[in-house]
């Protein structure tokens, strides 16, 4: 079936330092994976997205690199700030043309 | 506002009342999702339209939540006779077609008490 797992649960940096967070798919059909950040109380946002065709994509201290053939993609926030700290959900698009999400990641960037 | 508008922002109803939420995507986007989230997890696909076509269900959905997009605009989501379990933030989301990242809506929290 569908399914994204999302790695590690909470994650705790410097700030300044570099936070990786690791999602892996069930469906190898699988084309377009995006990633979204979601602060306390607010809804999902859209920070960056890659699509299969593609081995990684970078915008300013984000980027998302993806490796189909082991079926996981991660994203890397470098020269972390404080306003990166949120919840942050990796999700793919199977089949069915729909996203599926990862749990999540709470990443707290500590001053 | 060209964002995805979510209408109410809070319900608080009892067990075993009916509640209507709406959802109003950015006008030029042809796809329309809705999604459940609890607390600690993502989103939970529900349903979602292309136009005003229902195109799938999640199997997840008992047959007390109905959705529809009578007119391919806006949407609402019906859920009736509700449970305490139904309690959850209910996000509509839209986008242009698959492929694309969705944008989603402030949501809509629901508590069953």
């Known amino acids: 079936g569908e399914n994204v797992e999302q790695h590690p649960s909470t994650l705790s940096v410097q700030e300044g330092d570099s936070a990786v967070i690791k999602c892996t798919y069930s469906d190898s059909a699988s084309n377009y994976f995006p990633w979204y950040k979601q602060e306390l109380g607010k809804r999902p946002q859209l920070i960056i997205d890659i699509r299969s065709n593609v081995g990684e994509k970078k915008d300013q201290r984000i980027a998302v690199t993806l490796n189909k053939t082991a079926k996981h993609f991660s994203l890397h926030i470098t020269e972390t700030q404080p306003e990166d700290s949120a919840v942050y959900f990796c999700?793919?698009?199977?089949?069915?043309?729909?996203?599926?999400f990862g749990t999540g990641t709470r990443l707290t960037i500590i001053p | 506002d060209t964002g995805v508008s979510q209408d109410p922002r809070h319900k608080i109803t009892k067990r075993g009342q009916n509640v209507t939420f709406r959802c109003d995507p950015i006008?030029?986007?042809?796809?329309l999702y809705w999604y459940r989230q609890t607390l600690g997890q993502g989103p939970e696909f529900l349903t979602y339209?292309?136009?005003?076509?229902?195109?799938?269900k999640s199997r997840l959905l008992s047959d007390r939540f109905s959705a529809e997009r009578p007119k391919g605009s806006f949407s609402t989501l019906e859920i009736q006779r509700t449970e305490q379990g139904d309690s959850a933030m209910y996000l509509c989301a839209s986008s242009p077609s698959h492929l694309y990242g969705y944008t989603f809506g402030s949501g809509t929290r629901l508590t069953v008490v």
């Open positions: 999700a793919a698009e199977f089949r069915n043309e729909k996203l599926t």
């Open positions: 339209f292309q136009n005003e076509a229902q195109l799938e």
């Open positions: 006008s030029e986007h042809n796809r």
